[in-house]
């Protein structure tokens, strides 16, 4: 039987315990998800940054069906019909040059990493700046690039070749710099970092000084990218141009997609056998994600997500100025981070109790990652919910 009891002790007799997952969730309608008991829950999670099209958006579900009657893999050794206008539309939104597609976040940072080693080899130059509290994925490369100890804990030796700055503080990029600096990979925002925006002098600073020192900039839009912040990309909010950015979580919908997309200087780089994975840009992945960036386009999405944004950054400042437990509301169009002045666990578990799903990031962070469809009504229930669970946790504390 299919209880979620039997559901769980399976899971936990044959699956690795990387993960504490709680609730058996069977599902999905837009903004809802359903857990196994019937209960429905508000889903300001999106599956970390992924279904910004929210569950279900028949345009998705149809392209997937379609895609895999037609054809759904065939390697890299063909040319697939979906593949070259996926790159068309991402490169065309962005900097202009070529693609390259994987399927996860790590691999998308994994192939930026050996892009800017292939580009600096002839110079000597391969080291790699990354900040601190920034995320980068879970491979070993990009674990190393990830400016967190935790993740990092037991796994040495790791990789030579990175050095690490503090993020928004661009005196501590230079003090990084050595003639062996190839690159600096940064998040417009960081997420798992606990929503951290990047200042406008950081960023345009950066570029400043990669053009200066003839270095590679990179940025990691693999949760702020495909239109989380209200811009298609993050680093879009800038007026800046990195040289290559790092795309996954959002761009398949939930169908399983990454991608590095250049512009036209780095473009070349990688070349017949430099880089490959199996099941990059398969035509039903491509599928998801070129209907993906349609409805994005189509239902104005990117706008969606900065007035949805605004007003429930609003309704969240609201909330804080009556509770002294919440320190700071913070975050870029629909990448919101409530910041408290303790852990924050309970009160995601809380939340849930009371109908939202969200996520407790860097100890003391309620991260807030709705879909890019959600509503007016959507904000304001969840909006309620938070000063509702809010109350009952001030009364506890
Ligand atoms: C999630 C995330 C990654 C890793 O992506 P995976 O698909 O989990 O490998 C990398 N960078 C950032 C900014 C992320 O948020």
């Known amino acids: 039987m299919n209880t979620p009891q039997n559901i769980q002790e399976l899971h936990d007799r044959y699956v690795m315990a990387t993960y504490a997952p ?17 209960r429905r829950y508000l889903d300001f999670l999106s599956g970390i940054a992924v279904t910004n099209i929210g569950h279900g958006h028949p345009h998705l579900v149809r392209a997937i069906r379609r895609q895999s009657r037609r054809l759904m893999h065939v390697s890299n050794l063909f040319y697939n019909e979906v593949q070259p206008r996926l790159a068309q539309a991402l490169a065309e939104r962005s900097l202009g040059g070529k693609c390259f597609f994987c399927n996860s976040g790590a691999e998308a940072n994994e192939a930026l990493i050996k892009l800017a ?19 980068h994925g879970r491979t070993l490369a990009t674990l190393t690039a990830t400016g967190q100890d935790k993740v990092k804990k037991g796994f040495d030796p790791l990789p030579q070749g990175f050095a690490y700055a503090e993020f928004n503080d661009l005196a501590s990029v230079k003090a990084a710099l050595t003639e062996r600096t190839a690159a600096v990979l940064v998040e417009a925002v960081q997420g798992e970092g606990g929503v951290r925006p990047a200042r406008p002098d950081f960023m345009q600073g950066l570029a400043d000084l990669c053009e200066q020192e003839g270095i590679l900039l990179f940025c990691d839009e ?55 994975t199996t099941f990059g840009g398969t035509p039903i992945a491509c599928a998801a994600a070129l209907a993906v960036m349609e409805v994005i386009e189509r239902d104005a999405l990117t706008e969606n997500a900065r007035r949805m944004g605004a007003a429930f950054m609003e309704g969240l400042q609201q909330v804080a100025g009556r509770y002294d437990f919440i320190h700071e509301v913070r975050g870029t169009g629909l ?21 939202l799903i969200a996520l407790a990031t860097a100890d003391t962070v309620i991260r807030f990652l ?5 509503t007016e009504t959507d904000i304001r229930k969840a909006v309620s919910i938070i000063d509702r669970a809010c109350a ?6």
């Open 117 to 135: 080693r292939l580009w600096g080899h002839s110079q000597g130059r391969y080291e790699i700046i990354t900040m601190r509290n920034s995320f």
């Open 222 to 276: 693999v949760q702020c990218g495909v239109g989380r912040t209200g811009q298609w990309f993050g680093y879009q909010h800038y007026g800046i141009k990195p040289h290559a950015i790092a795309l996954a979580k959002g761009l398949g919908g939930g169908f399983p997609i990454g991608a590095v997309v250049t512009a036209p200087a780095v473009a070349d780089i990688f070349q017949v056998g430099s880089h490959a």
């Open 22 to 38: 709680s609730l058996t969730l069977v599902r999905g309608r837009g903004t809802y998800v359903w857990d196994a008991e019937g």
């Open 392 to 397: 009952v946790w001030s009364k506890r504390a």
């Open 370 to 374: 709705p879909p890019l469809t959600v």
């Open 335 to 355: 990448m919101i981070g409530l910041v408290l002045n303790q852990p924050a666990k309970e009160l995601e578990v809380l939340l849930r109790a009371h109908g």
